[in-house]
């Protein structure tokens, strides 16, 4: 067994390596370098529009009330289930990871990834929306393996390439869900709780190769995801627009405190981000320095790993609103990133940089911990600072709590994401065979060692990106196209334009007269 472990290993890093390093980080960034330009860096230009048309906007009727079309969602309750599989662990342990491993300077990597990553994010959704159909559900389905399939495979000579890397994209983003999106979020959360809320009765009654405790918590995760999950996305779409705002807010003020308490490192912090973005070089003592590929692998890989951008996942949600522009979700994705990266991400890398784990002079960690352990020592020490050692232990508790709700709103984000990819596949009437066998694999995830499982779901998500991104690349003058629609209705010229809401004629015709209905146009 150990000889197939280490096997296993060494073939995941060389393709982790040509995943992320030789081909990835390549048509990632190209892509949305592409895309900013293509769409006259519309995340800029038209900055007060996209942030008035979400997150200003999130108390308008249309946009937040139930939808009342069968099976769909609002476009809010779309933004939360996408905003729960993104905003996961990858924003606490992801971070910290990118910080021990490629030094402050990833940060730097990291936002640029997220502001070119917005674009991307921006046209998948638009994508999504314009190639999407309603199933013998009555449900909106759509995803990066619909356009890869009708959009690339409609162009001449693409017919089979579309379909054999929609299917591609399908079967990875299912793997991808297993790992990412449910074992590695259900150890995390076990082992936390199990680590800081210690009850050494259950704790001393081995089972199996684990112990009872981690059995417990395994089946009451397995309970309340299942009965979510299986209610499908009206009732993950309920769930999650309770748990994500108040997640997110919950975790954003704790992190505030801390940032707050060390405000004399923030300067230097942000210092040091800058200054070690291209290397950390190496110091006396025989410490070696952190090469600028490192740094920019890192801060990308984790950028990616936090906020999806550029792995076409959340598009399949976010084709389930009940939005008809095309852009407007766009615009959303636009957010999710932001929201994601340039506050969550950057919160939690302050947390680190002004607690004082990392030297700001050398850029060098000053304690071995890694990922959440990381940031957990950032709360604990700065609470004790604060109010002692029992203050302290609150604070190691606070980040334990949030990667409850962090990681166990990923799993409802992601079981959604799996079903549509199965659904593709094998159809609508086996996807309660894919929601059983997710759930049931939750306690799996609460009693396994998962140190190869997330090596090997960062592979499978950047093997889910090189499709999609493809895919991207393949109908980025269609992007164009839909984006200067918009504009030219809505902003610009405020000219007659029939607007370009779907690839299909009799959704197109159905969706402008709910337009009239509504007054939108």
Request: with cysteine.
């Amino acid at each position: 067994m150990d000889v197939f472990i280490q096997k296993l290993t060494e073939v995941n890093s060389v393709v982790n390596n040509f995943v992320w390093v030789t081909l990835g980080l390549v048509l990632l960034l190209g892509t949305g370098i592409l895309m900013t330009c293509l769409t006259k860096f519309f995340q800029v230009t038209h900055f007060a529009h996209w942030i008035k048309n979400t997150i200003g906007s999130i108390f308008h009727k249309n946009i937040s009330s139930h939808s009342k079309e069968k099976a769909s969602i609002s476009q809010f309750q779309a933004l939360c289930t996408a905003l729960a599989a993104t905003v996961g662990v990858g924003n606490i342990a992801g971070v910290a990871a990118a910080i021990a491993a490629g030094g402050p300077g990833a940060i730097f990597w990291m936002w640029l990834a997220a502001f070119f990553g917005m674009m991307t994010n921006y046209s998948e959704n638009v994508l999504g929306i314009y190639y999407r159909r309603k199933n013998e559900h009555g449900e909106w389905t759509g995803g990066a393996m619909y356009y890869l399939q009708d959009g690339l495979g409609g162009k001449k000579h693409c017919k089979k390439l579309g379909r054999v890397l929609g299917i591609l994209f399908a079967c990875f983003a299912i793997l991808a869900s297993f790992g990412i999106g449910n074992m590695s979020q259900v150890n995390t959360i076990a082992t936390n709780i199990s680590s800081v809320f210690k009850i050494d009765a259950l704790i001393n009654i081995e089972v199996g190769g684990t112990n009872l405790y981690m059995i417990i918590i395994g089946v009451a995760l397995m309970i309340l995801a299942g009965l979510v999950i299986v209610g499908g996305i009206k009732r993950i779409g309920s769930v999650t627009e309770k748990i994500v705002p108040f997640m997110v807010v919950f975790y954003i003020l704790g992190a505030i405190v801390i940032v707050g308490f060390n405000y004399a490192n923030i300067l230097p912090a942000l210092k040091a981000i800058f200054k070690f973005a291209f290397g950390v070089p190496a110091v006396a003592g025989g410490v070696t320095g952190i090469v600028v590929k490192e740094v920019v692998t890192w801060g990308f890989k984790r950028g990616v790993f936090s906020n999806e951008a550029g792995l076409g996942s959340s598009v399949m949600v976010h084709s389930a609103s009940n939005v008809k522009e095309p852009v407007r979700q766009g615009m959303w994705g636009i957010f999710e990133v932001f929201a994601d990266t340039i506050i969550i991400c950057t919160l939690t890398a302050m947390v680190i940089l002004t607690s004082g784990l990392v030297d700001l002079k050398t850029g060098f960690m000053l304690t071995d911990s890694e990922k959440t352990v990381l940031v957990s020592d950032a709360f604990r020490q700065t609470f004790t600072k604060i109010g002692g050692a029992g203050l302290g232990a609150f604070g190691g508790g606070f980040i334990a709590v949030a990667i409850l709700f962090f990681a166990f709103s990923t799993v409802l984000g992601w079981s959604y994401y799996g079903t549509k990819a199965w659904e593709f596949l094998f159809g609508t009437k086996s996807t309660m065979i894919y929601k059983v066998v997710f759930v049931v694999m939750i306690i799996c995830g609460a009693t396994m060692s998962l140190d190869l499982a997330w090596d090997i779901s960062d592979t499978f998500n950047g093997l889910m990106m090189i499709p999609n991104l493809i895919g991207v690349l393949s109908l980025s003058g269609l992007v164009m196209k839909i984006t200067k629609n918009y504009v030219d209705r809505k902003l610009k010229n405020k000219k007659y334009v029939e607007p370009m809401l779907s690839v299909f004629e009799d959704i197109n015709a159905e969706q402008i007269q709910k337009m009239k209905d509504d007054g939108e146009y």
